[in-house]
């Protein structure tokens, strides 16, 4: 057995035994505060609540539109263009799909823009499944708009 | 017949007997190196400088038993979740904590370093088990069975599971993930729609309360032995029965779900928290790290491509 005589183990032994089991504790409850605060999903950011909810960034996902310049209205910008996020805003989309802060989608949408060179609409869209009739439902969280 | 049986078997005891120990602080340095490797091997910012840093350990196998080695490696790979937390997954984050255990069981007297590993390592697999179980519970898709369900309809690592148990045909489940990413990129294909019906059958909503009701209760009941046993480290009999426990728990999920980063941390865990008694346990754990490893594809996968199914 693990030390079952000998001298009682001292208090430097305790805290080395217990500096990744404290980490571990510290890291989680930011998590939790960031779900709860930022709206972060509980997959990811080290809280350990992988595969307990549809709600991961997966089903999290953003529609944009390219609008004329001058147009600011909703309907003239979904009138516009649909575009894709490009590759080197990814990281960024992912970080918003992952928690979904206002702040982070102005700033997407601000890039966004200035890489358009032309007013954008960004809506985060978020699915969640019925599983009485085995639908999946698309329902719009937030949206917002970015100028050049 | 009883003296052709016991034959062999004894045999058998006498040669368990003759293997080596498997002592911990000797191999475990060895083995988590090997799985760090290969789960970063996708992310090559991580993967050049810890295969840097390994190549001297490699060179220099003094150093793979010291404090500095696991602090330096606890920081690339801290560094390397700071920088991707919106992709890093939570075995990542087990990676760093078991770096920081190693680094914190190397800095003290060589007679404490196995039993600090090992409270250690008990404590990250309590602590790990209980998040995961407190967030399904605080889940109230999770307890209705309407993720799992989800899972089983639109998961590719669930399909086989899923068209095994269901009736539900392969096609019918990929048919599924394409309405998924229709609905998703909807958007861009000129078809906005705001539902897709999933193909689905009354049978995936038995499989899915299982499997609901079988992780939540093993995933709680592994907490409360590893966290008992980390509060009682005098009790091998706990130990025992949280190790064959968490080897249940490894052959029920990642025969499933090929998750092999998580699944290995958890078996490099569980070696490091047996008895120095409990050698047969020791080697359990190093065949399902050895098994997790080179069996990426899932059983499931493997069953089909046997024809079994």
Redesign the interface.
Known sequence: ????S?PP?NR??WR??????V???A??ALHLYRVSACQQT?W????????????S?DSR?L??WKAEAGCLSDSEMHAGK?I?IPRFLS?EE??LR??PTPQRLDRLARLLAEHEHAPVLVEVWQ?????Q??????VKREQAKGSP | MNTLLLSPLRRLRELQLDLPSLAPLRVLPLLTMLHLLVSSADNGLLFAPLAAWFALGVAMPRLLRSSPFWYVTATILGTG?FLT??????HR?LF???S??L???F??PK??Q???L???SR??LG??ML??AV??I??P??L????F???L??DERFAHVASWTSGLSLEQLAENRT??ES???G??L?T?????????SSGV?TV?QVLTWW?LGIEGLLAGLFLAAAVL??S?RLVLVASLALLCFAATTYAVAPVRGFGGILMLLGLAQC???QKRLRYAFLAAFTLIQLCPLPLMDLIAALGLM
């Open positions: 057995m693990l030390r079952a000998g183990l430097l032994f080395r035994v217990f500096v990744a089991p980490c571990l504790c890291v989680a509980p990811k950011g080290g809280g350990f609540g992988m595969f307990s909810t549809v709600q960034e996902f529609w944009c649909p894709a990281r992912l970080r992952v928690a699915y969640r499944f019925d599983s009739s085995g639908k999946l439902l698309a | 979740v937390w919106e992709s890093a997954d939570n984050y760093v904590y078991w920081l255990a680094c914190c069981a800095s003290l007679t404490e196995p039993l600090a090992a409270i250690s404590w990250l602590l790990c998040l995961a967030w399904k605080a889940s898709d999770y209705s069975g309407s993720f369900h989800f899972e309809l639109a309405l998924r609905l998703v990129a958007q861009l000129g906005e729609l705001s539902q897709v019906q999933l193909h689905t909503t899915a992780t480290p005098r091998p008895e120095p008694e």
